[in-house]
């Protein structure tokens, strides 16, 4: 899977608008300092895998960066709609596979994910077979990665992204997701303002799951 998104799709873009969605693992620290490395590196490499097999927006592969990968999407921004529904599809996945990992290993983990999805420019270059993304939407989307956010299992999107449209799960099912606004500084960076749709706080990991197989307006 790694390899086929190192190929890429987009070999003649090097620097334009387009989506940053980072994908991270909640409690992966904890994880690794309490298990054996051999095995920590088989299971870490499984988890990373999850989040890279359901590709529902063609999505390219920048970089993996310990319990989180860097995505991208050059052209116009994705529907905060789409967005979720791809959330969902690698969450689905992430549990299937930690279920999996659980039982073959004999051990109790219980992680959880969280996506940042931004907008902005973004340069690219190449070095040797991968394709390196930089500029300042790079160095925000990885700052959001520390938020204030009190949870495990969201989804964060920025302004740029969203630009204030609400999604069809907040329009239609406002119990389910209910988007908060935040603002947060960053020092040398500007104030990015951003929409939080907590999971956590809405049902258990199972009915998020149920939900995201039967609602297809997502993607609308």
């Known amino acids: 899977m790694e390899e086929d998104y190192r190929a890429g799709k987009n070999k003649g873009s090097t620097a334009g608008p387009g989506n940053i969605l980072i994908p991270d693992i909640s409690g992966f620290t904890k ?11 088989v299971i870490t490499r499984r988890f990373i895998r999850s989040l890279l097999e359901n590709d529902l927006l063609d999505l390219e592969l920048s970089e993996i960066e ?47 994910l969280k996506l940042i999805a931004h907008y902005g420019e973004i340069g690219q270059y190449e070095l040797g077979t991968f394709r390196k993304l930089y500029g300042t939407s790079i160095i925000e989307a990885h700052r959001l990665l520390k938020n204030d956010v009190k949870s495990s299992m969201y989804v964060l999107m920025t302004d ?15 119990e389910f997701l209910r988007g908060n606004k935040m603002c947060q500084a960053y020092g040398d960076l500007r104030n990015i303002r951003y929409t939080v749709f907590n999971y956590e706080a809405a049902c258990s990991p199972g009915e998020i799951l149920n939900r995201s197989e039967s609602k297809d307006d997502y993607l609308l």
């Open 31 to 41: 994880f690794v300092t309490g298990i054996d490395l051999s095995d920590g590196q």
């Open 66 to 112: 310990g319990d989180a990968a860097l995505l991208y999407k050059f052209g116009k921004k994705l529907q905060p709609n789409a967005i979720l529904k791809q959330y969902e599809a690698i969450l689905e996945n992430f549990y299937k596979e930690q279920a999996l990992i659980n039982k073959e290993f004999n051990l109790d983990i219980n992680l959880s």
């Open 160 to 174: 740029d992204l969203l630009e204030k449209s609400p999604t069809v799960s907040a329009v239609n099912d406002p």
